[in-house]
Structures are given as C-alpha cells and as structure tokens.
C-alpha cells in the first residue's frame, strides 16, 4: 500500500516494526542511522518515515529538519512533553512513545498515510474491491449493500489484515469504548461479512483470541 | 528598629535633660526664695532692734511712744522711696505706721506669741512679696513689725532665665534630634542593604554581594552573610547537579528499560496475533530470548551497582599474574574474533582487594579496550610501581575518545554517541561498576584519551 522508511537504531524494534508494517502490505526500508536515512530519502521516494529520536550521531530532530515534505511519524523512548510538543511543532504527523503496540502502531501509520495521500484508497482482494472514500463494497464491480457497521468492521479488518483481532477490540474500534454489548454481536456481523463477500476461508476464526483476515504477502 | 531606637534614644534624653533643666531651675528657684527671706529676716531683725533702742530712749526723756513714731520711722523712709520693700508697724491690731502708701497686709499675718518672727509668701497683683512679722520684744510685745520685701524682680529674672534654659534646651533637642537621625540612618544603611541583599538572595539572585567595607562589628557581619550566601549558593549548586544527575539516571534507566520491553511485547504480540512462517516464529522468538537477556543482565547490574556501595568486601592478597591470566581467559573468545593482541606486564607480585571485584573491574576495563579497537588491534595491561604506589594500566589503540567525554562515561547509562546505541552491547552500566569497585578499593580511576590515539585506563591504587 505504501513505503514506508523506518529509521531506528535498535535492530529488534526496526525488525519488528518492519514485520507489523508488511502485515498489512506496505513496504518497508530499514535503516539504522540519520546519515543512511537521509541518503536512502534523496534516492528514493517514501510515503512515510517512522523516525526514531535517539538515533547514533545526529537525532531524529536533526534529521526531520532536512526532510520535512515527507510525512513523519516520531519514535521515542522518551515520553516526556517537552520532546513531544517539540516533535509535534517541527510539523512531526505524529508521535508514538515506545512501548507501542502493534495495533496503535498500524492505526496511527493508517491514519498518517489517508491524511497525506490523496489519492483513492481503494483495496482489492480477488473480487472484491473496497473504496474507502465511497464507503462502497463490489463484487466485480457489482455494488454490495453493507451497513455502516459492516463496513467499518470491514475496514478495520482489511487495515490489520493477516493480524488477529481478539472480540474486545473489534468491539472497541469498530462500535467505540463506550459500546456495552455482547461480543457475540461481533460473530454475526463477521458472519454476515463472510457471507456477502464469500470470504468465508479469508476471515479466519483464531483459536482463543478473535478473527483475522488472511492476505497473501 | 531604626525608629523604635530614634523615638526611645529621643525620649530618654528629652525627659533627662528636661528633668535636669527643672532640678536645676526648683533649686535656683529656692535658693533665690531663701535668699529674700534671709535677707528679710536680717533686715527686719536690724530695724526690730534699732526701733527698740528708740523706743526705749523715748521713754526714758518721758515722750510718747505712739507721737513720736513719724520721726522714729525717718531713718526708714528710704523704703517707701523704693518699691523693693516697705515697713508696718501695729500696735495690737492697729496700723500705726506705715511706709507704702498701699496696704497689702491681711489680718492672718498676725505672728506667733512665743516670739518667733513669721515669714510667709503672698502674691498680689503678679508681685511676690516676702513677708516677715514679728513682735516687738517686751516691754513693748504689743507692737508688731511686718516688714515687706517685693521679690518680683529676681523670681522674674529667675523665670527668664528658666525660660532661656529652655529655649536652648528646645534648640539642643532639635539639633540632637536631627544628629541621632543621621547617625542611626548611617548605623542602619548596612542592615537595610542586608534586608535589600537577602530578599534578592530569597528571590533567587543566588550571586548577589554585600560590599564589605571597613573592619568593624558591620563589616564582620557582612562578610559572615556574603560566607553563608556563598555556602547556600555552593549548595544550591550541588542540589541541582544532583537532582539532575538523578533525573538523568531516571531517564536513561527508563530508556534501557523500554526499548527491550518494546521488542519482546511487540514480538510476543507479532507471535499471538500474525499468521507465520517458521522462519518468522523463530526469529520472533530469538528475539524475545535475547532482549530478555538484556533485561536480565540490567537488573543484575543494577542490583551489583547497588551491593557495591554496601556490602563488605573481601581484602586478600591477589597474584597479579593470575588475575591477568584468569582475565585472559575469561575475554579469550572476544579476543580471538578481532584478532586482538594482547600484552601483559607485570613488576608488582600481588594486590591487596576482593578477588572477584577485582576481576570484574578488569574485565569491564579490558573488555571496553577490546570494544575500541577494531580488528587486529592491540591491547596492553602493565601493572608497574609509580612514586610507591601500584598502578594498573590498560592501554589500547582504538578510536579513543575526547578528554571532555572521559570525565563522564563512568556516569551511569552514558554513552559516547548520543544515541544509547546497542550496537557494541552491554548496559552503559559497565564503568559504572568499575567506578564503584575502584573506590571500595579506596583507589582512583583515571582515563587518559585523545580521538585516533586510544585509550588509557589506569587504576591507581593507594592502600593496597
């Protein structure tokens, strides 16, 4: 869907945010210094940068200032509010403090990209396509009804897709916090989802955690 | 207090000076009434005799007393003449001569009948007049003699004068006044600057002065302020380094902290909830395994950091030689992957210390050494005998660093780049360690560096 530069020191967490990002079908470039980041942005073009703050030689803060058109979103161990209104106001997209988690790394990543690009989002899988933007749903290009809260467990499932998504926190992204209800709501629309796109091998029921839309990569 | 002292300085002395201005007029005052008396007593006693004489030697040529007493009274005309003082005589109760035209006499001045002579004050019309009556003495008791001496003259000249000590009394308070005014303002200038200095102190200006002048008790003072605001300064001073040398250990420890947690959260997550290859799996769990180790191998330094300050250690003699050696042994497989050379060199037989502290300060020592230098490099330790005391150097020829960084990379967490980059492994606690050993050895610790040129570790041991 997107490249993405992630720039962070720590050969784990670069790792592991490279495997987050691929989940959902972006595609990553890892760097571990601001030096190699900011020959990496002069010879290709990113979508998005993931920036770590402390970063061997010159900071995140040095080298956001270099490349200020690409969207950024900072990353940092540090959570206090000075470095975080300083991220914000340099004109940073967003700021994630370490220890993330996988989901709020994906969704700020999301949100980042729809606000920046601005052409269609569409997603197409098989028959399917989904346009974002139109909040519509084909099946070779036949117009699919979907309630509001089918399309946005749709979104919500396509945007974390290949990751698993326990009841609680569908609940929670596709109806809000403040929804007391039962989670089995959940496993009807899942099932009427299944239903109408015939993705009934693609969302997966995952053993004792929730559903998960399974994507090849 | 500046006009506490000026009102009370001011009071004692107007009511003293006041108090001394009346004694002295009230004496004077008497003195001036006892001297009229006394001269009207003299003079009354002086013409009470001489009358006598006459009246005796008018009786004796047969003449009567009471015809003759114009003529007698000549001789004392001169006071009617003058205002000063007059003459009366009575015969019982009757005037039968008198030299002022006026009489000023009232019937209570009648004396006492054993003799004695009365002498009183009376005041008519503002004058005072002293009166002294007294009876003639027998044969002729039956006749009185008031004599009258006008005192207003001298108790006015007395009251001037009272009145004169006054007025300078007024201008010598005012001039006082004035003078006590400035002397206290120059008493009270320092303290009024020492309230102006510590408010400003109180406020934060930690840098402000008293201007010390002179050597007395003031100046004393001023400069014992100017010692402590100095202290409190100092003070203040090593507070804030503390606090935020503390602060900076929070932070660094919450960043050591963080990054592993995020790696192993995050790969535990990545295992739960993404469908994966084995390749995938595996990583994702070396991963976990390693960051955990991480964690595990902070807590331990910690925990050794914080033992050292209390625990006891273990003074015995150690074999230098071995120490290296085991040293050696310990570092052997770093040393074999950059292909370090390594040199050992020894003139002392044997260090006072704790076996395994010491061998963990060398290792930590050795082990940064063989970090610095890149492959085929070269590592030396000499342990030689400096002015009597025992020095153990180790000495690399690696990247080396700044001298303005060497005084701070036993801080806790430092690191050289600014980023708390893993790339070298370790915790940033390892010199930390080393510090702590090396002063429970009551040693020193001293790194001697230059970019490009190396480093040099030496621990200078002092009871040992």
């Given at each position: 869907m997107a490249v993405i530069l992630i720039v962070e020191d720590e050969i784990a967490i670069n790792e592991l945010i490279k495997k987050n990002l691929q989940l959902v079908g972006h595609q990553c470039t890892s760097v571990f210094n601001g030096e190699t980041a900011l020959s990496e942005l002069k010879?290709?073009?990113?979508?998005?940068?993931?920036?770590?703050?402390?970063?061997?030689?010159?900071?995140?803060?040095?080298?956001?200032?270099?490349?200020?058109?690409?969207?950024?979103?900072?990353?940092?161990?540090?959570?206090?509010?000075?470095?975080?209104?300083?991220?914000?106001?340099?004109?940073?997209?967003?700021?994630?403090?370490?220890?993330?988690?996988?989901?709020?790394?994906?969704?700020?990543?999301?949100?980042?990209?729809?606000?920046?690009?601005?052409?269609?989002?569409?997603?197409?899988?098989?028959?399917?396509?989904?346009?974002?933007?139109?909040?519509?749903?084909?099946?070779?290009?036949?117009?699919?009804?979907?309630?509001?809260?089918?399309?946005?467990?749709?979104?919500?499932?396509?945007?974390?897709?290949?990751?698993?998504?326990?009841?609680?926190?569908?609940?929670?992204?596709?109806?809000?916090?403040?929804y007391i209800g039962d989670s089995r709501t959940i496993d009807v629309h899942i099932q009427k989802l299944r239903k109408k796109l015939g993705w009934e091998k693609l969302i997966k029921t995952v053993y004792k955690i929730g559903y998960r839309l399974e994507v090849n990569q | 207090m500046k006009y506490r002292?000026?009102?009370?300085?001011?009071?004692?002395?107007?009511?003293?000076?006041?108090?001394?201005?009346?004694?002295?007029?009230?004496?004077?005052?008497?003195?001036?009434?006892?001297?009229?008396?006394?001269?009207?007593?003299?003079?009354?006693?002086?013409?009470?005799?001489?009358?006598?004489?006459?009246?005796?030697?008018?009786?004796?040529?047969?003449?009567?007393?009471?015809?003759?007493?114009?003529?007698?009274?000549?001789?004392?005309r001169y006071f009617s003449s003058n205002t000063e003082s007059s003459l009366v005589l009575y015969k019982e109760e009757q005037q039968v001569y008198s030299t002022s035209k006026e009489t000023l006499l009232s019937k209570s001045l009648k004396p006492p009948k054993d003799g004695n002579r009365l002498v009183s004050f009376q005041e008519t019309d503002n004058r005072t007049y002293v009166i002294v009556s007294g009876k003639l003495p027998s044969p002729y008791d039956f006749y009185t003699l008031v004599y009258l001496f006008d005192t207003t003259d001298t108790i006015t000249s007395w009251a001037k004068m009272k009145n004169t000590l006054f007025l300078v009394g007024l201008t010598l308070v005012t001039l006082l006044a004035f003078g006590l005014l400035l002397l206290l303002n120059r008493i009270f200038k320092p303290l009024?600057?020492?309230?102006?200095?510590?408010?400003?102190?109180?406020?934060?200006?930690?840098?402000?002065?008293?201007?010390?002048?002179?050597?007395?008790?003031?100046?004393?003072?001023?400069q014992s302020f100017n010692y402590m605001a100095e202290e409190i300064h100092r003070q203040m001073k090593e507070l804030i380094t503390a606090a935020e040398k503390k602060q900076q250990f929070i932070d660094n420890f919450a960043h050591e902290l963080h990054t592993p947690l995020t790696a192993i959260y995050g790969y535990a997550e990545y295992l739960q909830k993404a469908a994966l290859t084995d390749d995938d799996r595996l990583s994702a769990i070396s991963y976990?395994?390693?960051?955990?180790?991480?964690?595990?191998?902070?807590?331990?330094?910690?925990?050794?950091?914080?033992?050292?300050?209390?625990?006891?250690?273990?003074?015995?003699?150690?074999?230098?030689?071995?120490?290296?050696?085991?040293?050696?042994?310990?570092?052997?497989?770093?040393?074999?992957?950059?292909?370090?050379?390594?040199?050992?060199?020894?003139?002392?037989?044997?260090?006072?210390?704790?076996?395994?502290?010491?061998?963990?300060?060398?290792?930590?020592?050795?082990?940064?050494?063989?970090?610095?230098?890149?492959?085929?490099?070269?590592?030396?330790?000499?342990?030689?005998?400096?002015?009597?005391?025992?020095?153990?150097c180790i000495q690399d020829n690696g990247k080396g660093m700044s001298p303005e960084i060497t005084e701070y990379i036993t801080e806790p967490f430092y690191r050289v780049e600014k980023s708390r980059s893993r790339k070298d492994g370790g915790t940033g606690l390892g010199l930390s360690i080393c510090k702590q050993i090396v002063l429970r050895h009551n040693a020193d610790l001293e790194f001697i560096s230059h970019p490009g040129k190396g480093m040099i570790a030496k621990v200078i041991f002092t009871t040992s």
């Open positions: 010879s290709h073009i990113y979508d998005l940068i993931i920036l770590d703050i402390m970063l061997p030689e010159q900071d995140g803060f040095e080298v956001f200032e270099k490349v200020q058109t690409t969207p950024t979103i900072f990353l940092t161990a540090r959570n206090s509010l000075s470095d975080r209104v300083k991220g914000l106001s340099m004109g940073a997209d967003d700021y994630l403090t370490k220890p993330f988690e996988m989901l709020e790394l994906l969704a700020r990543v999301e949100a980042v990209l729809r606000r920046t690009q601005k052409n269609n989002q569409c997603f197409e899988l098989g028959d399917v396509r989904i346009d974002f933007d139109s909040h519509q749903v084909f099946i070779m290009e036949q117009l699919i009804e979907c309630t509001p809260k089918e399309f946005k467990l749709l979104e919500v499932l396509v945007n974390n897709r290949n990751i698993a998504l326990s009841r609680e926190r569908l609940l929670e992204l596709v109806w809000g916090y403040d | 002292t000026f009102l009370t300085t001011f009071l004692l002395f107007l009511f003293f000076f006041n108090l001394g201005i009346l004694i002295i007029t009230y004496v004077m005052f008497k003195d001036t009434l006892r001297q009229a008396e006394e001269r009207s007593l003299a003079e009354h006693y002086m013409i009470t005799s001489a009358i006598v004489k006459d009246f005796y030697a008018i009786e004796s040529r047969g003449s009567d007393i009471e015809e003759s007493v114009d003529s007698l009274f000549q001789p004392y009024s600057q020492i309230t102006q200095t510590s408010r400003e102190i109180a406020a934060g200006a930690y840098e402000t002065r008293l201007s010390v002048s002179g050597n007395d008790e003031l100046a004393k003072m001023s976990i395994m390693s960051e955990s180790k991480r964690v595990q191998t902070l807590s331990n330094q910690l925990l050794d950091l914080a033992n050292l300050k209390n625990d006891q250690i273990v003074w015995e003699e150690q074999n230098v030689n071995e120490l290296f050696q085991s040293v050696k042994q310990t570092l052997h497989s770093k040393i074999r992957k950059k292909k370090i050379k390594t040199d050992f060199y020894s003139e002392i037989d044997g260090i006072k210390g704790d076996a395994s502290l010491l061998k963990s300060l060398f290792v930590n020592l050795m082990d940064n050494a063989i970090k610095a230098c890149e492959m085929d490099g070269h590592v030396m330790i000499r342990a030689v005998l400096e002015d009597g005391k025992k020095i153990v």
